[in-house]
């Protein structure tokens, strides 16, 4: 099985060396401390997951992830934070554009557990996508073939 593709932003680059080191064998990370850097990592990939840090120089996390949902719409989005600010948790999650909201000093388990649980999400919808591309493809098929018969008949009749 593919290892998850994460995406981690944090401006402290202690934070970005520890996710690396801690999540290297499980996740295949791309971890930065400039967004930047993050948008052109972005447009070259797609990531299952982009973890964001809540607190940065310039924007917040949320914001961050907020605007480019739009642009990158199946990638699960997560913020990770020092601070329980509980009103931008709130306003966060109930967006729907933001996947989970986690507090630091992570929890090695819970991250692993949130990835996966991410990556897993990322994969039904892409399937469902797939699928649901298959059904239309095959109701166009069988509308034409429809019209078809219905054109022989009309052709048995006349003569």
Do not use: C, H
């Not at 199946?74 to 009103?87: C, E, G, N, P, R």
């Not at 554009?97 to 990322?122: C, G, H, S």
Request: aromatic residues 8%; proline residues 3%.
């Amino acid at each position: 099985m593919e290892k998850p593709s994460v995406l981690f932003i944090d401006d402290e680059e202690a934070n970005v060396k520890a996710f690396e080191a801690s999540f290297r064998r499980e996740f295949d990370i791309t971890a930065t401390t400039s967004l930047p850097f993050a948008l052109d990592a972005l447009s070259k990939k797609e990531y299952q997951v982009i973890i964001s840090d809540q607190k940065m120089p310039g924007v917040a996390g949320t914001e961050f992830l907020l605007a480019i949902s739009a642009k990158y719409p199946k990638s699960l989005k997560v913020i990770l934070t020092a601070y329980q600010d509980f009103q931008v948790a709130r306003e966060a999650l109930n967006s729907g554009r933001i996947f989970k909201y986690m507090l630091k000093p992570w929890d090695r388990d819970e991250i692993i557990q949130t990835v996966n649980l991410a990556n897993e999400l990322y994969t039904l919808r892409n399937e469902r996508e797939r699928l649901i591309e298959e059904l239309l493809k095959a109701q166009d098929q069988m509308k034409l073939l429809k019209e078809e018969n219905q054109r022989r008949k009309l052709g048995d009749m006349t003569k």
